[in-house]
T-cell receptor, first 115, second 113 residues
Framework: DTAVSQTPKYLVTQMGNDKSIKCEQN?????MYWYKQDSKKFLKIMFS???????INETVPNRFSPKSPDKAHLNLHINSLELGDSAVYFCASSLQGLSGANVLTFGAGSRLTVL | GDSVTQMEGPVTLSEEAFLTINCTYTATGYPSLFWYVQYPGEGLQLLLKATKADDKGSNKGFEATYRKETTSFHLEKGSVQVSDSAVYFC????????????FGPGTRLSVLP
């Protein structure tokens, strides 16, 4: 019954590897996001997709590639992992409305550790 | 661009103390304002929201009022509990900014018994 689910919850890998994090939402939302949270809890938007179209693409290395096969899924693939990529990655979703009162619903996070 | 500023933490209080966490924002449009809470090891959860000036959001004893004249959305609770220990994030959503949500840096609250 989880509204926004992301897998894996924990990921430990070596520098230079490629890894993916998957996200699915069952809320019927049309917009999905990836956020990165660093060790100081600072939360930064990375990408946003609305109905499978990329609408926000912040300054993120092109080693990060999001893919949205449909509006319920948004996956994040990371190539050539670096130490600085270690963080917690949060998937989120929202329903865009004319009122602007849309609310973000977050997944539980995926903690990536690069050794 | 839009931004959110919060008071620096950590904030440490005794149980039943009064809590205020300050939040101010800058926005080009007319944003909606939110407080999210993150408990240890979990994702962020919506705590409360307000969509227009003078709106008061409230939930679980927490309150915040949308003050357009001071561009503020301070979080308050009259009597905190140990279970309120968490990181609190102020955020805005500006329709004029591509529906992006902008978060403050977070304020860690520790409540001691």
């Amino acid at each position: 019954d989880t509204a926004v689910s992301q897998t894996p919850k924990y990921l430990v890998t070596q520098m230079g590897n490629d890894k993916s994090i998957k996200c699915e939402q069952n809320l019927g939302h049309d917009t999905m996001y990836w956020y990165k949270q660093d060790s100081k809890k600072f939360l930064k938007i990375m990408f946003s997709y609305n109905n499978k179209e990329l609408i926000i693409n912040e300054t993120v290395p092109n080693r990060f590639s999001p893919k949205s096969p449909d509006k319920a899924h948004l996956n994040l693939h990371i190539n050539s992992l670096e130490l600085g990529d270690s963080a917690v990655y949060f998937c989120a979703s929202s329903l865009q409305g004319l009122s602007g009162a849309n609310v973000l619903t977050f997944g539980a996070g995926s903690r990536l550790t690069v050794l | 661009g839009d931004s959110v500023t919060q008071m620096e933490g950590p904030v440490t209080l005794s149980e039943e103390a009064f809590l205020t966490i300050n939040c101010t924002y800058t926005a080009t449009g007319y944003p909606s304002l939110f407080w999210y809470v993150q408990y240890p090891g979990e994702g962020l959860q919506l705590l409360l929201k307000a969509t227009k000036a003078d709106d008061k959001g409230s939930n679980k004893g927490f309150e915040a009022t949308y003050r357009k004249e001071t561009t503020s959305f301070h979080l308050e609770k009259g009597s905190v509990q140990v279970s309120d220990s968490a990181v609190y994030f102020c955020a805005l959503s500006d329709r004029n900014y591509g529906q992006n949500f902008v978060f403050g840096p977070g304020t860690r609250l520790s409540v001691l018994p």
